[in-house]
């Protein structure tokens, strides 16, 4: 609860309430949608910030494929290279230019602020996955990706490439 203001505890609550006396579960949906909006992603836990990540970078993904790109974001927190972001997962996620769904410019951005409820519970189970160790590391440590449609103007004589097991849209590297 700590994430979100008193005022959207209040109208999702309220939207609930709104569905019940209807008759309906309508307000449960409108209560789950109410809370992962957000205006500030600083008040964010890691959880949700990875959550949103997954939302913002990979919601057309298989599970298989959002659980690899996650662990990207915790290989880097463990990397110990500070142009990645210091000490923690959030300050990894929000560095400027790493995830690309952050930057403000980005279209994703919008949309990771206010997520499809359906489509975003999968990616904040995977996230709780990921940070509760249920799912191993399918990368072998990637800590880069992109999507195979793209090349980024990376140095790619610093990254190795890793072969995932799977059908993935997106290519992994781990840094050398």
């Known amino acids: 609860m700590e994430n979100y203001t008193r005022r959207e505890i209040l109208r999702g609550l309220t939207a609930f309430l709104g569905g019940l006396a209807i008759g309906n579960l309508n307000g449960l949906e409108a209560l789950a949608e109410e809370s992962y909006k957000t205006s500030d992603l600083n008040k964010d836990s890691e959880e949700m910030l990875l959550a949103r990540m997954l939302y913002g970078e990979a919601r057309g993904c298989s599970k298989e494929e959002k659980i ?5 974001a915790l290989n880097r927190n463990k990397d110990e290279k500070k142009w990645n972001g210091e000490n923690n997962l959030k300050t990894v996620l929000l560095k400027k230019r790493q995830y690309s769904c952050f930057n403000e410019k980005d279209p ?3 949309k990771l602020m206010n997520p499809d409820s359906k489509i975003f519970e999968e990616c904040l189970e995977v996230a709780r996955g990921v940070l509760n160790k249920r799912y191993k590391d399918p990368t072998n440590g990637a800590t880069h ?14 990254l190795e490439e890793r072969n995932l097991e799977g059908n993935f849209k997106h290519k992994f590297y781990k840094e050398n």
Do not use: C, V
């Open 145 to 158: 990706y992109h999507t195979r449609n793209i090349k980024p103007n990376w140095d790619y004589s610093k």
């Open 68 to 72: 690899a790109i996650a662990y990207t």
């Open 108 to 110: 994703n951005r919008t």
